[in-house]
């Protein structure tokens, strides 16, 4: 493909682009096809020659298109939203053609100095303890997801708790880590990578609102102690996946200082709500964290993959991390004045993603980005109100932020067919969980364009299908 060529489809393919999200409600929501039906559809061998580029795009149409769930629809609220918008495309779009593989301040000077300084724009803006700019002791470092934040929390725990033998000699299988019975899964997955293992993750026990109980936790940690193991890691979640549940930071803080832990506190979806200063009660107790991530590309309108991840201690993470092989050697990094972020993450290589997320916030502004998050949360409250209105329904859990955990009074079998009959029916996404042992229905709202009639009609669509109609 030469550049005439390039600027040719280019323009074609943002065409295409710009009218999938025009139409995307057109469409069902969750795809309909069944296991094998793409790959049955896609020839056995690669192309021996270059074949037209219409013809590639017209089997995204024919072929691709069909096997998409379309998590862009104002239709989806399922999981929690990964969201995008033009101005994160289109930053996306740019990072693709510059091409910048940013491993080192040396690499792309720009690439490191824009992330480093839209970082340190968001710890203004979320309102979070002064320790993770990097103008102190901390700084943020933009991961691919909060998976990979939470693996760099744990990994930085073990290395503090062994003084860095872990790293040479490997996990003795002594270290213990924590978090609440409704904490992300990433959690159990990170202690597994870090060699911890499954067996040393301590499930805590939540209370009513499905928040960790910090006298619990303090309870595990002694009996720990008391058998010989040694406590490193604490994960708090603020916002967590099946409810929203807001575990207590402070409390939580408080309990691993006393006794020398690593906190990490996962704000993954709720977090974004706190570029509303109304909301930024749920950091209380932040600044007793050692490190903190959020996605902007759940409910920040930018797109998949961009999580923001801050340390208090950036000398911590880099000593977990940092290798120093000699081809990678250069006088900046040697001079200390300049971040080399492949110390601050699992892989060498890193893409520019702090590009999309600027263009996120230079072109929705502040007050545009607080505006949509504000209609969301309304918009959850208002979706709840009805529920509570309906007799047939109940709310499952408290809705701090937007979203609603549901379920219809007459049990799981009744619940199970519902949300069946609901995705089948291509007007909407819902997804389920478990609280208190019972099947719940889940509504996120938070998809960048979902406005107030697409709530509207999604609880008519529960209210028919319920009724039988």
């Known amino acids: 493909m030469n550049n005439d060529e390039f600027r040719h489809w280019g323009h074609r393919v943002i065409d295409w682009v710009a ?5 995307v409600e057109q469409y069902p929501v969750a795809s309909r096809v069944k296991p094998g039906d793409i790959r049955s559809r896609l020839p056995a061998e690669p192309p021996a020659n270059a074949e037209p580029f219409d013809s590639i795009l017209r089997d995204v149409e024919e072929i691709i298109l069909p096997g998409i769930t379309h998590w862009q629809s104002p239709n989806f609220f399922g999981y ?57 002791t901390g700084g943020g470092v ?15 725990a073990r290395e503090r708790a062994t003084a860095g033998r872990s790293n040479a000699a490997g996990s003795d299988g002594s270290l213990v880590a924590y978090a609440s019975s409704q904490a992300h899964s990433s959690v159990e997955k990170g202690v597994r990578i870090a060699g911890l293992g499954s067996d040393n993750l301590r499930l805590i026990d939540v209370d009513e609102k499905f928040a960790m109980r910090p006298d619990r936790l303090d309870e595990a940690i002694r009996a720990d102690r008391a058998a010989g193991r040694r406590p490193a890691f604490v994960c708090a979640t603020v916002g967590t996946t099946s409810s929203t549940a807001i575990d207590p930071v402070r409390a939580i803080g408080e309990i691993c200082r006393e006794h020398g832990l690593w906190l990490h506190v996962d704000g993954a ?78 892989p060498l290589g890193r893409r520019f993603r702090a590009l999309k997320l600027w263009f996120v916030l230079r072109s929705f502004g502040v007050e545009g980005l607080r505006a949509r998050v504000r209609r969301h949360i309304e918009l959850a409250h208002q979706f709840a109100a009805w529920v509570q209105d309906d007799p047939r329904f109940e709310l499952a859990a408290p809705v701090p932020l937007s979203l609603v955990c549901f379920r219809h009074r007459d049990g799981d079998t009744a619940n199970q067919q519902l949300l069946e009959r609901l995705n089948a029916s291509g007007r909407l996404l819902l997804t389920h969980t478990r609280l208190d042992g019972k099947l719940t229905l889940r509504l996120s709202i938070g998809q960048t364009n979902t406005e107030s009639r697409h709530v509207e ?13």
């Open 19 to 23: 009218d999938y999200l025009k139409n």
């Open 80 to 136: 929690f939203p990964s969201n995008n918008s033009g101005p994160s495309i289109l930053g996306e779009l740019l990072a693709a053609g510059l091409g910048v593989q940013g491993m080192l301040w040396a690499t792309s000077p720009a690439c490191t100095e824009l992330e480093t300084h839209v970082l340190d724009w968001l710890v203004d803006l979320l309102g979070l303890p002064q320790p993770f700019k990097s103008s102190s």
């Open 269 to 346: 979806m709720a977090g974004t709500a706190c570029l509303c200063p109304e909301f930024h009660y749920l950091h209380d107790g932040l600044e007793l964290a050692d490190s903190y991530a959020f996605n902007p590309h759940k409910w920040m309108f930018t797109n998949f993959d961009c999580d923001c991840f801050f340390v208090a201690d950036r000398g911590q993470l880099i000593r977990t991390l940092s290798i120093l092989p000699e081809y990678l050697r250069n006088q900046a990094t040697e001079s200390g004045a300049v971040i080399d972020y492949r110390d601050w993450q699992i």
């Open 142 to 156: 933009i991961q691919d997801s909060a998976s990979s934040a939470t693996l760099c929390a744990i990994l930085a």
């Open 457 to 469: 009609e999604a609880w008519r669509a529960i209210q028919e299908t319920a009724s039988g109609s």
